[in-house]
């Protein structure tokens, strides 16, 4: 049993999701080109309200933008991984 299933109130399961930057979104699409670590990728921007504006942040799962981020918290969580903007 692990901890997230034993009710660990000190414990909670997550996800790892990691900043991207909006390169380019076509009005009204759900795929978007955006920069994740210097390689730009097709995410699904589907599950946030549009329209994406280039060089704004997003939150990203498994291929889908899950949030919109400051570019301050985008630099923040990059951090954690040892990267930069």
Do not use: K, W
Request: charged share 20%; net charge negative.
């Amino acid at each position: 049993m692990s901890a997230a299933t034993a009710g660990c109130g000190a414990c909670s399961p997550m996800c790892l999701g990691i900043p991207g930057r909006v390169v380019d979104c076509p009005e009204g699409a759900d795929l978007g080109q955006v920069e994740v670590a210097g390689v730009v990728r097709e995410i699904n921007l589907s599950l946030l309200d549009g329209p994406f504006v280039p060089g704004e942040y997003v939150l990203i799962h498994s291929g889908f933008a899950l949030e919109r981020m400051s570019r301050e918290r985008a630099a923040d969580a990059l951090a954690f991984f040892g990267a930069e903007l």
